[in-house]
């Protein structure tokens, strides 16, 4: 066999030759790592990655679309965590013969970051914490949950998740999403209320929809406008749901009292951006699913199909097509 290039993209973290053992792949295989965002631009791109034969992407956060994968001449075989990416152009490589193959399910971990923004937002983690380094002390009151309103917008496999977690706590749990029904809110422990009703009641609105067209933007000036000055926004969904305009506005003129994020509009977070001088927010660098475990099972699993593309075999093989976004 030929030798042949692997690039396993986006390894912010530096982890993926720890998890895995890519020294198990035979002889001919030499794999390169990279830690840092591609550059932006499809040619830049393109001229990163002409020489590989595979690439073994970290979620979503290289979109690989046709203008992209046409210049790569190279290109055989692509590995993805999960059996689902947005931003992989399915049609064209089914189109080019390459094959995509994901991963086994396994449950994410979102919902426990969710819960650490609910409770570092009530309790005033972040600020707490800033104030003892600077040799404060008491500076702030905490509130309690216990009795308050949780608002989820979504019941899937996280958000039911995020419901069940609030009820625990004591808290009143309602839900809304375009197509939920009163059976599924029921079966999740909660009360399904109209959209706006949600944001107008709800002390806590945490997002838990997946980022589609239908729902780009779905949580917009409108939405946001309903909410009363002492409730938080909790976005562990995916930046583009959320209008971010409009909650830069609402941060910045206290209209709501704050907001916990782990994902926006541009990733990684531009270093100017308002969010990281706003102080009534709390922000985390998208990492809800990226616990050490998870991690481990995406990369052992794409070293899998790797392995077994190579032997003549596909596993986990992705049929379902993709929508490559603009924003990620």
């Not at 689902?84 to 396994?106: A, S």
């Not at 706006?196 to 929809?209: C, P």
């Amino acid at each position: 066999m030929a030798d042949m290039k692997v690039a396993v993209l986006d390894d912010y973290m530096k982890i993926a030759g720890e998890l895995a053992d890519w020294t198990s792949l035979p002889d001919n295989i030499h794999t390169d790592f990279f830690y840092e965002k591609l550059p932006d631009g499809t040619d830049a791109r393109a001229e990163a990655l002409a020489d590989y034969d595979v690439l073994v992407v970290t979620r979503e956060r290289t979109p690989l679309p046709k203008e992209l994968l046409e210049q790569l001449p190279n290109l055989k075989f692509i590995a993805s965590p999960e059996m689902h990416n947005r931003v992989i152009d399915f049609d064209y490589c089914r189109e080019r013969g390459i094959p995509v193959c994901g991963t086994t399910p396994r449950p994410s971990p979102t919902f426990e970051l969710t819960w650490a923004l609910i409770l570092a937002l009530a309790k005033n983690v972040t600020i707490d914490d800033r104030a003892m380094r600077e040799g404060q002390w008491q500076t702030v009151v905490g509130t309690e949950i216990r009795g308050k309103t949780l608002g989820v917008i979504g019941l899937g496999r996280i958000g039911s998740e995020v419901a069940k977690v609030g009820n625990a706590f004591g808290m009143n749990v309602i839900a809304w999403s375009e197509n939920m029904t009163t059976a599924r809110a029921e079966e999740c422990g909660t009360t399904l209320v109209s959209k706006d009703d949600l944001f107008r009641q709800s002390d806590y609105v945490v997002v838990m929809v997946i980022q589609s067209e239908r729902t780009i933007g779905l949580v917009g000036a409108h939405e946001i406008g309903l909410m009363r000055p002492d409730a938080y926004l909790i976005n562990p969904a995916r930046g583009p749901i959320v209008d971010e305009a409009a909650l830069v506005d609402a941060l910045k003129n206290k209209k709501i009292a704050g907001a916990g994020l782990d994902v926006y509009n541009e990733e990684p977070l531009p270093v100017d951006h308002p969010f990281r001088r706003l102080p009534n927010t709390v922000l985390m660098p998208h990492v809800a699913g990226f616990t050490r475990e998870h991690y481990a099972h995406w990369y052992n699993g794409m070293l899998e199909d790797v392995r077994a593309w190579l032997d003549g075999n596909l596993i986990n093989e992705i049929h379902g097509s993709g929508i490559v976004a603009a924003r990620v």
